[in-house]
């Protein structure tokens, strides 16, 4: 079992940057692949990020590539998002995912949210 706790949403400007943290419990949090994803107001949950086990594998979203970085310290069990020139249709609450691999049906475990707004 893994615990997920996501940390550093909150409101900025159009343009801005915005850091999250994916913290894990267990010390297994290498074994896992992990996933960011989101669900904006009246939308569909949709993937947006993931990276493999070891961090050398990747994966984007379209609409975010050259935008957002996923990245992982398995030494500290965390995992991040780093979002820079955010956009008014970035605002969702985003979601961090482990899973076996990274495709987007395989996440099992999941984070409680943090909540993005992005102003314009």
């Known amino acids: 079992q893994v615990q997920l706790v996501e940390s550093g949403g909150g409101l900025v400007q159009a343009g801005g940057s915005l850091r999250l943290s994916c913290a894990a419990s267990?010390?297994?949090?290498?074994?896992?692949?992990m996933g960011w994803f989101r669900q904006a107001p009246g939308k569909e949950r949709e993937l947006v990020t993931s990276?493999?086990?070891?961090?050398?594998?990747?994966y984007y979203k379209g609409s975010v590539k050259g935008r957002f970085t996923i990245s992982r310290d398995n030494a500290k069990n965390t995992a991040y998002l780093q979002m820079n020139s955010l956009k008014p249709e970035d605002t969702a609450v985003y979601y961090c995912?482990?899973?076996?691999?990274?495709?987007?049906?395989?996440?099992?475990?999941w984070g409680q949210g943090t909540q993005v707004t992005v102003s314009s």
């Open positions: 995912a482990a899973g076996v691999t990274t495709s987007p049906s395989d996440f099992r475990f």
């Open positions: 267990g010390r297994t949090f290498s074994s896992y692949a």
């Open positions: 990276i493999s086990r070891s961090g050398g594998i990747t």
